[in-house]
């Protein structure tokens, strides 16, 4: 059996994105070579159309009815080991 499951590498994951730093210089530089390259780039219907369907499935999925949802979950002893807080509407 391996060693790295797929819940041992979650559990080891560390977020390596360059927006993440503490250095705003670098930062800065990472969101300016992301903004670069979407504004140097011709749009075509293409892109509107799939930004019309994004917009549009947004909008179709806030306009449907909120849903509720409870999650148990137990540690052996019998106390509660998740507490979870969503945002509310």
């Not at 819940?7 to 994105?17: D, H, I, K, M, T």
């Not at 969101?31 to 509107?48: E, H, N, P």
Request: proline share 3%; no cysteine.
């Amino acid at each position: 059996m391996s060693e790295n499951t797929a819940l041992s590498e979650l559990a080891n994951f560390v977020g390596r994105s360059p927006l993440a730093t503490a250095d705003l210089s670098a930062r800065n530089r990472v969101l300016a070579g992301m903004t670069g390259r979407l504004l140097g780039k011709k749009r075509s219907v293409g892109d509107l159309l799939g930004v019309v369907l994004v917009l549009s499935a947004r909008a179709r999925r806030m306009a449907q009815p909120q849903a509720n949802i409870d999650i148990d979950v137990f540690a052996p002893g019998g106390k509660r080991a998740l507490r979870l807080t969503l945002g509310s509407r």
